[in-house]
């Protein structure tokens, strides 16, 4: 079954980065582009990115411009999001979630807990 | 940016009551409107997507409607396993935002 697998809970200080793993199974890993979602605690849905696992071709959230950056690695199935310059209001919940069309998810890793804290 | 609101925010409706949730874009959007249930502690599930097309797998009890500006997701008949919040998504351009959700429980 399609699966993705997101790495495990984070703790940074203000101004450090985070990189999030998120590793794909079940399917043809470059026939689906990955989004970022992310949620603060006890908030709604943040769509952070996109990015297409063929071509590596990559659209992110304007609010997030300069200090996020999506990758993947076709060899592992695995798609990464590396956020930097944290601060407390990035404290949130990391979801990935596969594109099955034009930007509509599904299914959604399990999330991965960032926490901001100094 | 599109902005995209719902309401009710929160409703409590009994087991096999009908419940309706509204998302409204602030510009029209055409069919591409996704639902989402996130049931607590837990993570988000693809209900319906381009405004009435159901997800493989989900219940025959949810169904999604509009056009435009106005969309509704329906649950015919209110099970206790729908204890969940529900968040519409606009994906006809970046960036592809949420409502603010609707917190859905049993009476």
């Known amino acids: 079954q399609v699966q993705l697998v997101q790495s495990g809970a984070e703790v940074k200080k203000p101004g450090a980065s985070v990189k999030v793993s998120c590793k794909a199974s079940?399917?043809?890993?470059?026939?689906?582009?990955i989004s970022w979602v992310r949620q603060a605690p006890g908030q709604g849905l943040e769509w952070m990115g996109w990015?297409?696992?063929?071509?590596?071709?990559?659209n992110y959230a304007q609010k997030l411009q300069g200090r996020v950056t999506m990758t993947t690695d076709t060899s592992t199935s695995t798609a990464y999001m590396e956020l930097r310059s944290l601060r407390s209001d990035d404290t949130a919940v990391y979801y990935c979630a596969r594109d099955i069309v034009l930007m509509v998810f599904d299914p959604w890793g399990q999330g991965t807990l960032v926490t901001v804290s100094s | 940016d599109i902005q995209m609101t719902q309401s009710p925010s929160s409703l409590s409706a009994s087991v096999g009551d009908r419940v309706t949730i509204t998302c409204r874009a602030s510009q029209g959007i055409s069919n591409y409107l996704a639902w989402y249930q996130q049931k607590p502690g837990k993570v988000p599930k693809l209900l319906i997507y381009a405004a009435s097309t159901l997800q493989s797998g989900v219940p025959s009890r949810f169904s999604g409607s509009g056009s435009g500006t106005d969309f509704t997701l329906t649950i015919s008949s209110l099970q206790p396993e729908d204890v969940a919040t529900y968040y519409c998504q606009k994906y006809n351009s970046a960036p592809f935002t949420f409502g603010p959700g609707t917190k859905v429980d049993i009476k």
């Open positions: 079940g399917y043809t890993f470059t026939s689906y582009g």
């Open positions: 990015i297409s696992a063929y071509n590596g071709n990559t």
